[in-house]
């Protein structure tokens, strides 16, 4: 598992669980009033090629999200 766009690595909220009692009650919040922040909405596009490079509709893209909106979800 890679970072998105937020730098966080997932072992980051697994190992520091206990100490993230805000992003918890930004976790609530944001259920409560049914709207996410913009920088959950973000993610890092890359393009990945699956055989020949000079083909186009052999490459797929792989979006890498914030690891945050992943847990809120």
Do not use: Q
């Not at 596009?45 to 083909?55: H, I, L």
């Amino acid at each position: 598992k890679a970072p998105g766009p937020d730098g966080y690595h997932p072992r980051i909220l697994k190992e520091c669980a206990k100490e993230l009692g805000s992003i918890y009650s930004l976790f609530r919040r944001s259920l409560r009033v049914g709207k996410l922040p913009m920088d959950w909405k973000y993610a890092n596009v890359t393009p990945f090629f699956r055989c020949v490079k000079s083909v186009i509709p052999n490459y797929r893209s792989i979006s890498l999200l914030s690891i945050v909106s992943k847990v809120c979800e």
